[in-house]
T-cell receptor, first 114, second 118 residues
Framework: NAGVTQTPKFQVLKTGQSMTLQCAQD?????MSWYRQDPGMGLRLIHY???????DQGEVPNGYNVSRSTTEDFPLRLLSAAPSQTSVYFC?????????????FGSGTRLTVV | AQTVTQSQPEMSVQEAETVTLSCTYD???????LFWYKQPPSRQMILVIRQEAYKQQNATENRFSVNFQKAAKSFSLKISDSQLGDAAMYFCAYRRTYSGGGADGLTFGKGTHLIIQP
């Protein structure tokens, strides 16, 4: 029962580099989303997906790209990393967007951009 | 846009006592969901309790209960018989009812750091 798996747990990038944060769930959840957590800011929604092939922007989408080719995977791409993207990133999933079942969160990725 | 406000950046309570964490929110919606999440030092986000706005009865989960005041847009969390394992950041979160046109996610408050004194 893996739940939501995020990799890597920690990452240091140089400004301008690109990378992909991985998120996978094995619960056949329809809904998946990405959040970032900054000190004193709570969590803010970056992008979300209501099913394979369907994605949309959240509150803070700039500088990030997503795709959802399978139900299980929802990777988050940083196209050209900036120090402002230093944060902890969480992936969360839910059985469906239609009813408010609880979200299952991954354990997070701490990203530092230098 | 909805906003969630947690006015207590930090709270401290003696072990075995009761503590209440405050949360207020602003929305023009009449139907929505409210949540409390716990984040221990491990960083894992753990759902503590949730409340449907259309239900007048306050939700309870063992030692955790809420005081939901819809007219006042208030959603406080009461922790009874506090234990050392309750020490964590607590986040209040709001989500509007899914309307079919989109599925915007949770709106979080900035969190309250709960300290348990032994």
């Amino acid at each position: 029962n893996a739940g939501v798996t995020q990799t890597p747990k920690f990452q240091v990038l140089k400004t301008g580099q690109s990378m992909t944060l991985q998120c996978a769930q094995d619960m056949n959840h329809e809904y998946m989303s990405w959040y970032r957590q900054d000190p004193g800011m709570g969590l803010r929604l970056i992008h979300y997906s209501v099913g394979a092939g369907i994605t949309d922007q959240g509150e803070v989408p700039n500088g990030y790209n997503v795709s959802r080719s399978t139900t299980e995977d929802f990777p988050l791409r940083l196209l050209s990393a900036a120090p402002s993207q230093t944060s902890v990133y969480f992936c969360a999933s839910s059985m469906t967007a239609r009813f408010n079942y609880g979200y299952t969160f991954g354990s997070g990725t701490r990203l530092t951009v230098v | 846009a909805q906003t969630v406000t947690q006015s207590q950046p930090e709270m401290s309570v003696q072990e075995a006592e009761t503590v209440t964490l405050s949360c207020t929110y602003d929305t023009s919606e009449s139907d929505y969901y409210l949540f409390w999440y716990k984040q221990p030092p491990s960083r894992q986000m753990i759902l503590v309790i949730r409340q449907e706005a259309y239900k007048q009865q306050n939700a309870t989960e063992n030692r955790f209960s809420v005081n939901f005041q819809k007219a006042a847009k208030s959603f406080s969390l009461k922790i009874s018989d506090s234990q050392l394992g309750d020490a964590a950041m607590y986040f209040c979160a709001y989500r509007r009812t899914y309307s079919g046109g989109g599925a915007d996610g949770l709106t979080f408050g900035k969190g309250t750091h709960l300290i348990i004194q032994p």
